[in-house]
């Protein structure tokens, strides 16, 4: 078998899994898995979503994670555990590790990582690629392969955003050992390279969806009393500003137009954001749904008129590097709305499948809302021509298929 058609054993190291605003790894790992490569996932805790996206069930993911916070709480367990791995693969043919373990067991001596994190690996496959998800991961898989795992693993990482707010230096080790950065776009490449990772090391890479999943049904023909509704998706946090959302509802509810509005989501805003609902007596047009799966998504985006994603550098200098959702929402032919800051504006064809307003001019949004509202040809062509770009530019099979060519450039 030729090295570029060769299945590879890869490593997935992520925060949480199976995480429900995270739906974007669990999709490149099955089309991992559905071009036949070996995959396992290391997350550092179990996510503590109550709902479960009915694909991590489908493709049976959670047998193939391993929770690196997950041991036998008491000393006497954790050695049985090691030794018993330890006879599958005996440390002694690998002069790094077994120094290390050695220098632990003797001395009590240890390093940056811990003894028993490392116990999870010893009777895994030798890997062809390392690839974590988020910088702090990328730093975690570096420890490992320092300490004699991962040895013949090229160490791919790839940066999401919340990931950049780190001190100058925090990344210098894996920027100077790490094979491979992926970004998702322009902005955080800019970002990248302010922290000192070298040019040469960073690639764009999108993060892709699977558009034959995302097609959208004709359900307003069904509903005629329907309302103009505007569709919310992201987490309550600073950054996604979802308070700017509410004052955009405010503005139109001012104005006498009629519609209603969802939000879809959860996090350390929501309290101040159903307070605002309430200040502003928006609770017959402004409805909260909490997190949702793929699948109530896409529903909410069937009856949806209009996408708006609201966004914010935010106190930590943090801002929406891509947004997945924004991509989603296009392929279901929604004309999106969304704020230029960022890498979001990159994510659509400006005044083509959307429109990118500067960030909180909460008129520019409204403007733009009751424009759509008039003209339903307009939105029906916005709606086409950002399914045709997400069909060209976002297909997870297609950047899978990049990812998985870089992969094989490494080992090369």
Known sequence: MSLINK???????????????????????IALLEDGHHVDIYAQFKADDVKIHQKVLDYDLLSKTTYLDSFPKR???????????????????????SYYYLNYLLFCKKSKISFYNT???????????????????????????????????????SFHGFDFNVPQGFYDDLFNNGHLFFVNSNYSTSKLLALGCSEKKITKLSVGLQTDYFIKKDQHLLQPEKKFTLLF?????????????????????????????KMIGDGELRESVFSLIQKYNLESK??????????????????????VLTGVVDSHGIAETQGLVIQEAQAMELPVIVSDVGGMKEGIVENESGY????????????????????????????????????????IQKLNEKMVAFYHELMT
């Open 7 to 29: 299945k590879l054993n890869i490593a997935f190291f992520v925060q949480s899994f199976p995480a429900i605003s995270e739906i974007w790894i669990t999709n490149q790992i």
């Open 233 to 261: 998706v992201g987490r309550f946090v600073e950054f996604k500003s979802p308070h700017t959302f509410i004052e955009i509802c405010k503005s139109l509810s001012e104005k006498n137009i009629a519609f209603e509005a």
């Open 356 to 395: 990118a307003i500067k960030s909180n001019d909460i008129e520019g949004f409204v403007k733009k809302i009751i424009y759509l509202q008039a003209n339903d040809e307009v939105r029906k062509e916005m709606g086409r021509k950002g399914r045709a770009f997400v069909d060209e530019n976002y297909n």
């Open 75 to 97: 000393r006497f367990p954790k050695l049985k555990l090691f030794f018993c791995k330890l006879v599958k693969n005996p440390f002694l043919r690998n002069f790094k590790l």
């Open 119 to 157: 116990i999870h690996f010893l009777d895994k496959p030798e890997y062809d690629i390392a690839h974590a998800h988020y910088g702090f991961n990328g730093k975690y898989a570096l420890l490992l392969k320092e300490n004699g795992l991962l040895k013949k693993a090229k160490l791919v990482t």
């Open 286 to 307: 402004v409805f909260l749904f909490g997190k949702q799966t793929q699948e109530e998504i896409k529903t909410h985006f069937s009856n949806s008129d209009v996408f």
